[in-house]
């Protein structure tokens, strides 16, 4: 972890120079920066907090309460420090540092596209058990993370690592489960439950999402991929059958439940073909259209697919 110097001129972080910057969002910018005294290299997030008066808006401060939280597991990106500071102009701006990882996951996928290959099954398996455990240590200490998606996990090439990042919309849950808004995440990943207008959703959306990223990893293109709620619904019926009342016990009492075209089950062998038996079937187990009956990440950790890799490879990695 670097050693920041105090600020100068109200300056944040004067040891780190910016590199470049490598991405950009409603709340904000991300650069990669460089520590002149070490060479150690970070990503800085630098954050737009909208209501001054009122100081950090509270999704900004449940981010930073989550990775701090879960900043200790060799899973998710490491948040290394906090600053908050007003600008020349009186502008409140907040910093947080993070381990810097070589790209994400979408843009690792579309470095195999421009060269025409798929990636290796051994890396996709790779992958999908570190996001597994992640997701695991998340759920473990009553999180969800709620917007899992290829542009949210960040790889380490060289290492061979994936890292679940991102964690705006995060939610710790509690028992009983409370309401929560069906507005999360990007829709190519979202629940069906939650497109459906489900409030009482749990630990099982970010399954979801975790299993749409394990077909597109081997497809190397989204399995689901809908341009609206309604268009996303049907986009996933096609390939899964339309779920009723058999299949999914309640389906048809949620909020947003209509009347849809019948469509029938498709093969995942045929949806998904480059998966083996085991994969497949974990895949299958993923994508459950009832919530409580989709398996939970600590299961899929010890799914028969993940019986080949090895798992040292992971342990005490920062």
């Not at 060479?39 to 909208?50: R, S, T």
């Not at 309460?65 to 701006?93: C, E, F, M, P, T």
């Not at 099954?121 to 899992?148: A, E, T």
């Not at 542009?151 to 919309?169: F, P």
Request: hydrophobic residues 35%; contains cysteine.
């Amino acid at each position: 972890m670097p050693i920041f110097k105090k600020e100068k001129k109200m300056e944040v972080y004067e040891n780190l120079e910016k590199i470049e910057k490598i991405g950009e969002g409603t709340y904000g910018k991300v650069y990669k920066v460089k520590d002149i005294n070490t060479g150690q290299i970070f990503a800085l997030k630098k954050l737009k907090l909208e209501n001054n008066d009122e100081g950090v808006c509270v999704s900004t401060l449940r981010e930073i309460s989550l990775l701090r939280a879960l900043s200790n597991s060799s899973y998710i990106v490491r948040l290394l420090d906090v600053k908050q500071i007003r600008n020349k102009v009186g502008k409140l701006l907040l910093y947080l540092v993070f381990q810097h990882m070589d790209s994400d996951l979408k843009q690792y996928i579309t470095s195999y596209c421009r060269r025409l290959t798929k990636l290796p099954p051994q890396i996709i398996k790779s992958f999908l058990y570190q996001i597994c455990k992640g997701v695991s240590y998340c759920h473990s200490r009553g999180v969800m993370h709620r917007d899992l998606k290829p542009s949210n996990l960040l790889v380490d090439q060289e290492r061979g690592l994936i890292k679940i990042a991102d964690l705006g919309l995060g939610r710790t849950f509690i028992i009983p489960i409370k309401k929560y808004t069906h507005q999360i995440m990007t829709l190519w990943y979202r629940a069906p439950e939650v497109l459906l207008g489900d409030t009482l959703y749990s630990t099982a959306v970010d399954m979801w999402s975790v299993g749409c990223i394990f077909a597109e990893m081997s497809l190397m293109k989204p399995l689901f991929k809908g341009d609206s709620e309604i268009n996303q619904l049907h986009s996933i019926f096609r390939c899964l059958g339309t779920p009723n009342e058999s299949i999914w016990p309640g389906v048809t009492k949620l909020r947003d439940w209509h009347i849809y075209p019948q469509w029938k089950n498709n093969d995942l062998r045929i949806l998904v073909p480059d998966l083996d038996p085991s994969g497949l079937d974990l895949l299958c187990k993923m994508l459950t259209y009832e919530p409580s009956k989709r398996i939970s990440a600590k299961k899929a950790v010890e799914h028969p697919y993940f019986a080949d890799l090895d798992k040292s490879q992971f342990e005490n990695v920062i």
